[in-house]
């Protein structure tokens, strides 16, 4: 059983900052990949940014920028600071690991419950 709780959600007005933070516990050997994904209602989720093992990064162009991913491996703790908020932000984020859970096995992907975040004009 893997477990990620995301956490720093909240209301923010435009132009502000928030951080978000996501952590896994469970049954975990590794984790590759981190990433932080969002869906506004009525929209598809979509990829915000991702981190590999190696700690390489790519965004959403939408995102450029404005928001940073990183990683505490040894935390097992994935981070998205946002700044610059825009009202267009406003979403559910959730974040998403790929986990290996045994020597041996292979990679599953481990999804977050979905933190809010909404961005005031």
């Known amino acids: 059983q893997v477990q990620l709780v995301e956490s720093g959600g909240g209301l923010v007005q435009a132009g502000g900052s928030l951080r978000l933070s996501c952590a896994a516990s469970g049954s975990i050997f590794s984790i590759n990949a981190m990433g932080w994904y969002r869906q506004a209602p009525g929209k598809q989720r979509e990829l915000v940014a991702r981190?590999?093992?190696?700690?390489?990064?790519n965004y959403a162009d939408s995102v450029k920028g404005r928001f940073t991913i990183s990683r505490d491996s040894a935390k097992k703790t994935v981070y998205l600071q946002m700044s610059s908020l825009k009202p267009e932000d406003t979403a559910v984020y959730y974040c998403?690991?790929?986990?290996?859970?045994?020597?041996?096995?292979?990679?599953?992907?481990?999804w977050g419950q979905g933190t809010q975040v909404t961005v005031s004009s």
């Open positions: 981190i590999t093992s190696r700690s390489s990064t």
């Open positions: 998403s690991m790929q986990i290996i859970n045994y020597v041996g096995s292979t990679y599953s992907d481990y």
